[in-house]
């Protein structure tokens, strides 16, 4: 690994959440947009931002004033594209840590956007429950992988695309796409990202976290990794929309459903195959040893560590041609 890499960069928004984070990197928001034009075309972001902003007001989200302060800071359209996007790869895994205090939690997460490993930021955030740390990127609301330290850790995956059938044909994966995304904008249900966010700011410990996420409905289908800071208090849970399945811990999760009979369209390559790594290293592996192919690809962005017992997170960011960053230990008190 080089020695001249960065570490990832720790930043106190405490209550300010996205606007502060978005006015402490801006630049990095907006290298965010810059590269979804290159891959969408400037007028193809200014479409999905205005889309995703007609959907989010629908949806009723507390968080979309801040995304709308964010949107008028960066001054360009795409924070709100950003914001709503769900589109990447994970692979997640919850059981007891190796080194004998409370549950840990393995993390990385996969999405082809090049600038997310170099952006990376901990995000010191707080709000009724405490002090949490939000790994996440200038501009970021919501949240996909979190440490609260003294009460849980979280992770967001994505499951596989809803697959429609006519007859005995499935319908292409670019069809289903269109009419996953026309479902999903009719529903006035909160994201899922966005009721993390909410969870982090204000459930108290891991019983309540993981009952408002098994009951709370939501805008989209979705998987989540909890860990909590007592022994056996982790599990994955699989999310339909309306409610969700726990797998107690030891449990892991990639991108494909673990309980039967739910097919769809995978979002990315060797789920299968991440899980059984994942599934066979998180009793035993230390520092970041549980990292490599094909858990680490070339759209693995973040990777992470978490206990919430200990209130720490080991840290990286990647890029498609290697780490972007040093591992980065990371205490919140």
């Known amino acids: 690994m080089k020695s001249d890499l960065p570490w990832v960069p720790v930043v106190d928004v405490a209550g300010g959440g996205a606007l502060a984070l978005v006015r402490a990197a801006p630049e990095a928001a907006r290298a965010q947009i810059k590269d979804a034009e290159r891959r969408f075309t400037r007028p193809g972001v200014r479409l999905a931002d205005h889309l995703s902003r007609r959907w989010l007001k629908a949806s009723q989200s507390p968080l979309q004033g801040e995304i709308a302060a964010v949107a008028a800071e960066v001054g360009q359209p795409g924070a709100f594209l950003l914001n709503l996007s769900y589109e990447w790869g994970c692979t997640a895994a ?139 208090e982790g599990c994955v849970i699989e999310h339909d929309g309306e409610r969700g399945i726990a797998h107690e811990a030891p449990a892991a999760i990639a991108n494909h459903w673990l309980t039967p009979h739910r097919p769809g369209h995978p979002r990315t390559g060797h789920s299968r195959e991440r899980l059984a790594l994942i599934e066979a290293e998180v009793a035993q592996a230390r520092g970041l040893g549980w990292l490599r192919a094909p858990i680490l690809n070339d759209e693995t962005r973040l990777v992470a560590e978490l206990n919430p017992a200990a209130g720490l997170a080991l840290v990286q960011g990647w890029e498609a041609d290697g780490p972007a960053t040093r591992p980065t230990l990371i205490e919140v008190d």
């Open 94 to 232: 919850v059981g007891p840590d190796p080194q004998g205090t409370g549950m840990r939690l393995l993390r990385t997460l996969d999405w082809p956007f090049d600038g997310l490993g170099r952006g990376l930021l901990g995000a010191r955030m707080e709000g009724p429950a405490g002090r949490w740390l939000n790994l996440t990127w200038s501009g970021f609301a919501g949240v996909l992988t979190a440490l609260c330290p003294g009460r849980f850790a979280v992770a967001f995956n994505q499951p596989p695309m809803h697959a429609r059938h006519f007859g005995p044909l499935a319908l292409p994966m670019p069809l289903d796409w269109a009419l996953n995304r026309i479902a999903m904008a009719g529903r006035r249900a909160l994201p899922p990202a966005h009721l993390l966010r909410l969870i982090c700011d204000d459930a108290p410990d891991y019983a309540s976290a993981r009952r408002r996420i098994l009951e709370t409905a939501v805008a989209a289908p979705y998987f989540v990794s909890l860990a909590g800071i007592g022994a056996g």
